[in-house]
């Protein structure tokens, strides 16, 4: 049985079921969520920069700048892997990293530079960023392991 279609406006928006509920998508908002997937990581410790941000309306290259980002996280030594969901303006992205030097050299790439001044004056009306250190991590379906610790 399908769904009846949702009516959705501007910006290329269509249809999307993000937590469980359809809503309209924009295009910028589907560059992350083509292929849905949990990060392979190693094993703990790793570190995890968790990206929180709002978005403003403007959308100018937007999508183009999120592709081209992922694309060059994943050629920096270090990366892991990313996650990244967006819902009515707020987006969360956790992108996972060997160590902090890692990360350092990620936040001084020219490129990366060049789009966190873009966030700042065009993209995100808002954003935080924090950085953590994974002390564990275990989980369900995972391919690497498959062993569920209780939560504690």
């Known amino acids: 049985m399908s ?6 406006a501007g910006n290329e928006a269509r249809p999307a079921f993000m ?4 809503s309209c998508q ?4 589907r ?3 083509e292929a849905i997937s949990i990060a392979e990581t190693l094993e703990p410790p790793y570190y995890a920069v968790i990206f929180t941000s709002v978005r403003t309306h403007v959308d100018d290259d937007y999508p183009e700048m999120a592709k081209r980002m992922l694309e060059l996280a994943r050629e920096q030594p270090g990366f892991l892997g990313v996650e990244s969901v967006r819902e009515n303006g707020l987006g969360v992205t956790v992108s996972y990293w060997a160590s902090e030097d890692a990360i350092g050299q990620w936040k001084q790439n020219l490129e990366h530079r060049e789009a966190q001044s873009r966030g ?7 954003y935080k960023v924090r950085v953590a250190r994974v002390e ?9 392991n498959t ?3 209780p939560l504690a």
């Open 3 to 8: 769904m009846p279609p949702i009516p959705c």
């Open 19 to 22: 937590f469980g509920v359809m």
């Open 26 to 29: 924009r295009a910028e908002e």
């Open 31 to 33: 560059v992350m969520s």
């Open 120 to 126: 700042q004056s065009e993209w995100y009306s808002q």
């Open 136 to 144: 564990r991590d275990y989980g369900f379906g995972n391919r690497h």
């Open 147 to 149: 062993s569920v610790e």
